[in-house]
């Protein structure tokens, strides 16, 4: 996991420092570095940004009244000289307030915290058990505050609706807080990632063509990226046919042959639809 | 001195010592000599304006690597060596105009100082450009430094100064002449 940043400081010096202490931190990735909040907004139109560093007096537009109005608020962390503010970063939520001058001792705690952060969300909303992929036929996801038991064969597609997904069986649906794309990495080889917001069940296709895959009477499309149509409706072609004629040691293979070209696919797919996501 | 400005430049500092860049060594040494300054040679009620003169360039230095090209600075002085002048004073109109004039101005703000003197007379002009944000000019004609001031130069100047402030609708001015005592 790679956390992507973006720095908003008018000096160029406190910016350069912040960009250091970044570089010295392996999984965060530093997107851009805005000297005013209005370069900032341009970039978080374009670019998915999990982290801030705001600096708050900068001209015009102040760090903590940019930030209140941003509608998808990334996590933040103050960088200010003004000790004054704490109260203003606290009541907006932030991760941490880094007072200047910003040591890196001080910054790895910012880090630090920003972390245990992550993962205290991630096991909220994560399945309790992550098996790894096809050896169990169960995985547990968490709903209502209770664990549910979800049969991985009976999972007929998922779909993504933002920050949830909506997991569809044959006679209900479940929808969990979770993202598509780390829920797909937890389930067996037979699910294939056919769309930026569609995982299918190969096992319950009934019908395909370029333009998307029919399970139950349902039509899932299949995404546009050209790589992706190339590779999908080939493999699943013999896939199926596999499948069909019941030869287990030939789907085998095909499965392995099919998850790995489908976890290529599937990364080319992400990186060519996070473009246009935001 | 606005504690701010200290802690911005300590964290520029910090950069630069950790960029190994050939400016440390300098700022070091300009920072220190406004806190030896500050600290321990302008408890006179009036010091040489050479000093003052010193203090002036020492912060503009820093002020000008906090912030890079935004700044275009100009420090003119034609003054007598021997004149003194109450410490401190036409540093706050110079803090002030960079915290108002250049700190909130996204592009280039122009700072244009002039310093001389004349027998027993001293004359101060600072004029910045007005940032293109409308709260600009309340900040700077109410400022608590600015009011400070002038309470400081009834004090010491009294009946002997003249304290000038304008503003166009581009510029800030202060002008400040005073007759040393």
Known sequence: MTWRCLIIDDEDLARELIKRHLREIEEFELVASCASAF???????????????????????????????????????FT?????????????????????????????????????????IQTETLPSTTPPPSK???????KDRKQVKLILDSILYIESLKDYIKIHLANKTHTVKYSITAFHALLAQNFIRVHRSYIVN?????????????????????????????????????????????KPLVATAMIDFVSSICKKINSSLISDTSETQH | MNPHFLFNTLNNLYTLALQKSEKTPEVISVLSDILDYMLYRCNEKY???????????????????????????????????????APLILLTFIENAFKHGVGQEINEAELNISLSS?????LFTIRNTIPNSSSA???????IGILNVKKQLELLYPNSHELKIDHTERH???QLNLTAQ
């Open chain 1, 80 to 120: 200010t000289a003004y000790r004054e503010y704490a109260i203003d970063g606290f009541d907006l939520n932030a991760v941490d307030y880094l007072l200047k001058p910003i040591t890196f001792v001080r910054f790895f705690k910012a880090i630090e915290k920003f972390l245990s952060q992550q993962t205290t």
């Open chain 1, 39 to 77: 370069e900032a907004r341009k970039i978080l139109q374009t670019e998915k940004i999990d982290l801030l560093f705001l600096d708050i007096e900068m001209p015009v537009l102040k760090g903590t009244d940019f930030f209140k109005n941003l509608i998808h608020q990334p996590k933040v962390i």
């Open chain 2, 47 to 85: 010091v040489s304006l050479d000093k003052e003169i010193e203090l002036i360039e020492n912060y503009i230095t820093l002020e000008k690597l906090r912030y890079g090209k935004r700044a275009k600075v100009s420090f003119h002085k034609s003054v007598n060596e021997m004149i003194k002048i």
């Open chain 1, 136 to 142: 169990e036929n169960f995985i547990f996801i968490r």
């Open chain 2, 137 to 143: 000019l309340e900040n700077t004609t109410s400022s």
């Open chain 1, 202 to 246: 190969a096992d319950r296709v009934s019908a395909f063509s370029k333009q998307g895959v029919e399970i139950e009477d349902i039509n899932i499309p299949i995404g546009a990226s050209a790589v992706f149509q190339k590779y999908l409706i080939l493999l699943m072609a013999s896939f199926f046919t596999s499948l069909h004629h019941r």
């Open chain 2, 118 to 122: 004349e027998a027993k007379n001293i």
């Open chain 2, 172 to 174: 800030y001015s202060v």
